[in-house]
């Protein structure tokens, strides 16, 4: 027979509270999560810079529209670590719930276009490949600097423009 475990913070859960959200109960769990979230997410960073500085160091390699690709890619995994992480350890390890909506809405606007940013690079990535595998004798007349820029402006664009809408009352 299984019993059911009620969370030490079910009594705050009455409403619509933050609180009910907070499932780090003892301080043991609060270290060992806030360890594990900066340790991960200063990795991710260090790596993902160390991406775009090889990318942006060598203009060999920043002039093909694919690197521009997996640039985009980097920094939108940097910006989702930042983001993510500051939000979850303030969230579930100092318990910061007394934010407002609009702050709110600001931190889940920028978890939400990095990692739409990031899955849409990895989709452009996929397409410039599929291009320059199906087509490769059109393939420099086809994937342009000029053509990569103008799709990575359009695709951050619509991730923020999309992610921002319930912030500016749209929801």
Known sequence: MDTCRIPENASKCSGNTME???VLSTQAQKISIGILC???GTMCVFENSLVLYLIFSSPGIRKKPSYLFIG???LADILA????VCSFVNFHVFNEAGFSKEVFLLQLGGVNTSFSASLSSLLLTALDRYI???RPS???LLMTRKRA???LGVLWVTCA???YLPLLGWN
Do not use: N, P
């Open 138 to 140: 059109e393939y420099k």
């Open 149 to 151: 820029w103008t799709a």
């Open 81 to 84: 670590s930042i983001i993510f």
């Open 132 to 134: 320059s595998i199906s």
């Open 161 to 163: 423009t999309i992610a």
């Open 72 to 74: 985009s890619l980097a």
């Open 20 to 22: 009910c959200f907070m």
């Open 38 to 40: 900066g340790l991960f």
